[in-house]
């Protein structure tokens, strides 16, 4: 083995070799993967390959397309194949709700250039003849289904990347990692020791122990899952192989395998396998069958597909693979390790593993995975994510694998587990819940206790007049929201100006005033958005995503100088309230020395105050678009200071309002949000933020990207639409059409209460940026007619805001 490479990947699972290519095609060639036993040896060799382009997230779901059109690549590179079948898929439908989420899904699928198809149950049954009928009320056909030989993909990537001048270590085991001063490694094996610049993780079932060779805590957990293999069923002699199918009511999936079927199961009672440490003595192991176990699910594939039963069992599998909790990959560099990446949790690597290795391998190569891979950014989990919280969301997300999850769902594992001081004080005015990062946060507030629950639904459910209520009070009179869940950062140092205004993209604030700001990449692309409150001159408070703080101190640390600023997150200690509304100055103002008035606190004013006896921060913004307040307190006060509020908001018509009314307001205000209207493909001019880009200021990151997107007006537009919608509302990934053909897309929507219609945010192509009429938005399968509003649909000057 040589004793120094550029990269070393540890692990030559499906992942590993991935990557491995993928650095070799990008043009590192220096490049080195070690493997413990054979390549294939974790979850890889077991796997039944299947591969489909469906994802809930569009991001993710191009990188699968990818994958799989990468095969015969490296088919023709390596000369190695990967038993490719392209059989087509269909999905079937049990439900109603199941029929609506796939004509979803084939919307989305349409802006991604996905040839999906929404089939009868005749169609569906002509196309796929083991199926009963009776159990189904519709399909959706995906041409590009199928599934490859998970030997021959790991050794197509191998020999692929070994033409491409990586080398391969096999029965080699990486026990230790060490970090030198400089960044770089030492690889501390069995077979002795390399020294590399950088070094990937791609340890698959072991990615955890590895992880914690460094320091860290990934969340990954392994499950056990089981699929059978029928006996010969005379039903497929000579006949054309069958499609792939997934039968949701059962959470099964299944294929044709040689003269019989192969049949999978995600069971509800799903096991966890090495809940705390992965033994390095398992190798090329099967786990006991357990039939027991899969019953049930057993139970519904036989009566949906009847001839599988009568063809008997022939072989069972049950091996274990790695899982995040959402069900998402791990992937890109971790915050505070210098020169340390990830590409592990991959539970989809015949669907993933090319897009996670293309992802990965730009963003070591290029400092930018090239993609918005938001979804699968590692940095997307935090310190709540502990051991036994992984395992509770692990298990619920195997249980649900083909579950639809429902706009308006919450789901129950895990919680409540982060709570604010008034969890309990909102829980007795009805409050519902939901989870972000592990925190309870309130989205509404039902009138009792016995409504206080969703009714799951894709159309206006429940929730609805409560919200409308909730918009309206805050619209005449005064709204009381808890923002706890807010980003925040403390900022600190001489150099704390100069510092922000290098990464973000607008001015530093005088001392006592707010900015509003995009952060930028060096391809002027929208990383993050933030309101910066200058508190005294070496000292801001930074408000931004909370979903988004380590991703965010990760590109903070990576622009940090030697000395003169320090970035303190600090989105816990600081717990926040805002009141909002035509009386929410007059409220205040009944709490507080300071002179209140337009005056003597303008709009985007920030400043130190003391509420009644609750020291804090009350900053003069409000993301509902009326004249509003956010209060910072630290959070021993907060029940003190919420207190406070609802005894002198009653005789200012005070009502609490949650996180779905604020969405709403926030949409007829036309203000973009994180990871929906702002991500990492879009520009400000784009994104209509050119306010926000201060290019007189002089230089900061993205700057010059960004006068090439003002000058060239950028692809793309952000445009705020009023939709004919009848009883469902845009929710975002909806299709945007324009004279008969899909344009563009939908990043949020709801129905606006203060307006009183349907609304929705989305990119179209800039050149129809201005069309005046020909759009439609495609919601649940059916298109409707949307006009485009020319400013945002509720107070378009800003005058409310600024009273
Ligand atoms: C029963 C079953 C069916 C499945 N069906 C499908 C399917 O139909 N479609 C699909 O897409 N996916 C399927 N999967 C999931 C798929 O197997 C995984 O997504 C994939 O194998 C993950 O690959 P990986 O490279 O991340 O991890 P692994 O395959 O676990 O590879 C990790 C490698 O790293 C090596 N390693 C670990 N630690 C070290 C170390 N310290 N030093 C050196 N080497 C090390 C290991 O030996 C191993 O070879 C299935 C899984 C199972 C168990």
Redesign the pocket.
Same mark, same amino acid.
């Given at each position: 083995m040589k004793s120094h490479a550029q990269v070393v990947v540890? #692990? *030559?699972?499906?992942?590993?070799?991935s990557v491995l290519y993928h650095l070799t095609k990008a043009g590192w060639k220096d490049v080195l993967l070690?493997?413990?036993?054979?390549?294939?040896?974790?979850?890889? $060799?077991?796997?039944?390959?299947?591969?489909h382009t469906v994802n809930g997230d569009p991001n993710v779901a191009k990188l699968q397309q990818y994958t799989i059109e990468l095969y015969r690549a490296i088919e023709r590179i390596s000369g190695q194949s990967c038993g490719v079948h392209i059989t087509g898929g269909i999905m079937l439908a049990g439900t109603r709700e199941r029929l609506d989420w796939l004509k979803m899904a084939k919307a989305r699928g349409r802006y991604l250039g996905m040839d999906l198809e929404i089939i009868s149950v005749d169609e569906a049954a002509k196309l796929f003849p083991l199926m009963d009928k009776s159990h189904f009320t519709g399909a959706m056909y995906d041409p590009i289904e199928g599934?490859v030989d &998970?030997y021959g993909v790991t050794h197509a990537y191998a020999k692929s990347a070994q033409i491409g001048g990586a080398d391969i270590v096999r029965h080699?085991?990486?026990?230790d990692l060490e970090a030198r001063a400089d960044g770089s490694w030492d690889v501390i094996?069995d077979h002795g020791n390399v020294h590399a610049e950088h070094v990937v993780n791609?340890?698959?079932? $072991?990615?955890r122990?590895?992880g914690r060779m460094v320091g860290i805590e990934l969340p990954i957990l392994a499950m056990e899952?089981?699929?059978l293999i029928t006996g010969d069923m005379p039903e497929l002699a000579g006949k054309k192989e069958q499609l792939h199918a997934i039968d949701f009511e059962g959470e099964i999936?299944i294929r044709q395998e040689r003269g019989g079927m192969l049949m999978?199961t995600y069971e509800r009672a799903g096991v966890a396998w090495s809940e705390a440490t992965t033994p390095w003595d398992f *190798?090329q192991d099967l786990l006991p069958n357990d039939l027991e176990r899969i019953a049930p699910s057993l139970e519904v594939g036989f009566a949906h597909f009847p001839a599988l039963e009568a063809a008997g069992i022939r072989k069972v599998?049950? #091996? &274990?693979?790695?899982f995040a909790p959402d069900g998402n990959p791990l992937v890109g560099p971790i915050r505070g390790l210098k020169n340390f990446w990830v590409?592990?949790g991959?539970?989809?690597?015949?669907?993933? #593993?090319g897009g996670v290795g293309l992802a990965l391998s730009r963003w070591m190569v290029d400092g930018d995975p090239g993609a918005d891979i938001w979804g699968m950014d590692v940095a997307r989990y935090g310190d709540w994510t502990t051991l036994a919280y992984t395992n509770a969301k692990v298990r619920e997300n195997y249980s649900r694998r083909f579950s639809i999850r429902f706009p308006n769902e919450e789901l129950p594992a895990a919680r409540p587990l982060r709570t604010t001081p008034i969890y309990e004080k909102l829980r007795a005015e009805h409050a519902v819940f939901g989870d972000y990062c592990g925190l309870e946060h309130p989205l509404w507030f039902a009138p009792s206790a016995r409504e206080a629950e969703d009714v799951i639904s894709f159309r206006r459910s429940n929730a609805h007049p409560h919200v409308a209520a909730e918009c309206k009070a805050v619209q005449n009179s005064v709204g009381l929201l808890e923002i706890s869940n807010y980003g925040k950062f403390d900022i600190r140092g001489p150099g704390t100006a100069d510092w922000l205004s290098l990464v973000m993209a607008n001015r530093v604030p005088a001392v006592g005033r707010i900015t509003l700001t995009p952060m930028l990449n060096e391809r002027g692309k929208l990383i993050g958005d933030f309101t910066m409150c200058r508190i005294a001159a070496d000292h801001v408070f930074l408000v931004g995503t909370y979903a988004a703080e380590t991703y965010y101190m990760r590109w903070f640390e990576r622009h940090m100088p030697a000395s003169g600023v320090t970035v303190r997150p600090c989105a816990m200690e600081y717990a926040g309230l805002s009141v909002a509304g035509p009386n929410s100055r007059a409220l205040l103002q009944s709490l507080v020395r300071d002179d209140l008035s337009s005056a003597a606190f303008p709009f985007m004013s920030f400043r130190r105050m003391e509420i009644g006896m609750v020291p804090g921060y009350v900053g003069r913004v409000s993301f509902t678009g009326e004249l509003g307040f956010e209060i910072w307190a630290t959070t021993d006060y907060q029940r003190a200071l919420y207190d406070l509020l609802i005894k002198a908001g009653r005789e200012h018509g005070l009502k609490l309002f949650g996180g779905r009314a604020l969405n709403a307001m926030r949409i007829e205000k036309s203000f973009g949000s994180w990871a929906r209207e702002f991500r990492p493909i879009y520009g400000p001019f784009e994104a209509g933020l050119d306010r926000f880009v201060d290019f007189k200021k002089g230089e900061f990151i993205g700057r010059s990207a960004a006068a090439e997107e003002r000058e060239s007006g950028g692809a793309l537009r952000l445009v705020t639409f009023r939709v004919e919608a009848t009883d469902a509302d845009a929710l975002g990934d909806e299709p945007i059409w324009h004279d008969g053909n899909t344009v563009g897309w939908v990043t949020s929507g709801a129905f606006g209460h203060r307006v009183n219609h349907s609304l929705a945010l989305g990119y179209v192509p800039a050149a129809l940026a201005k069309a005046d009429s020909g759009f439609e938005i495609e919601i649940i399968g059916e298109r409707h007619k949307a006009h485009r509003l020319t400013g945002a649909a509720f107070d378009a000057s800003g005058k409310l805001m600024r009273v």
């Open positions: 540890i #692990g *030559g699972g499906v992942v590993g070799v070690i493997e413990r036993a054979e390549l294939t040896s974790g979850s890889t $060799w077991h796997a039944a390959g299947g591969m599934h &998970p080699t085991r990486v026990t094996t791609a340890a698959g079932l $072991w990615a122990e590895v899952h089981q699929y999936y999978g *190798g599998v049950n #091996g &274990p693979f790695t590409a592990c991959v539970m989809a690597g015949f669907s993933q #593993g």
